[in-house]
């Protein structure tokens, strides 16, 4: 089974950018996340949404906060700085064309095989899998 996120109003809240709740989400009045449930109950157009982001769920999270506890807009990080790369001063070596690989030499003979079973018989020509005689 594939899940998938549903649409709703959190997906219309930017990142880490506090918004009044009374215009994302209108409805009673409700606390704020920092003052716990023993706060008391503010109205939407008092109180702060901010979407956060969460390391597993791509579509983050939202809390409310009151005026005393709202978070900090963070400032947007720098643009990164292409630096262009110096031109080192010796002139690269020329490629010099490669050489085919030796094929290794082999001292050992070839030895026959049993054509039944394609192992190598003993120098009297006897197959030791099968017994056949290969001459």
Request: proline share 11%; charged share 25%.
């Amino acid at each position: 089974m594939k899940i998938v996120s549903s649409s709703d109003w959190r997906d219309a809240i930017a990142f880490d950018v506090p918004v009044l709740v009374a215009d994302v989400v209108p409805g009673e009045p409700t606390r704020c996340v920092a003052c716990g449930t023993d706060g008391a109950l503010i109205e939407r157009t008092e109180l702060w949404a901010v979407k956060h982001r969460h390391p597993k769920h791509h579509g983050g999270f939202v809390r409310f906060y009151c005026e005393a506890h709202k978070p900090a807009v963070a400032p947007p990080p720098p643009a990164p700085v292409e630096m262009k790369r110096a031109r080192s001063a010796a002139p690269r070596a020329e490629r010099r064309p490669s050489t085919p690989k030796a094929v290794a030499v082999t001292d050992r003979p070839m030895r026959t095989m049993c054509p039944d079973c394609f192992v190598e018989v003993s120098a009297a020509g006897d197959c030791g899998m099968c017994g056949a005689q290969v001459v």
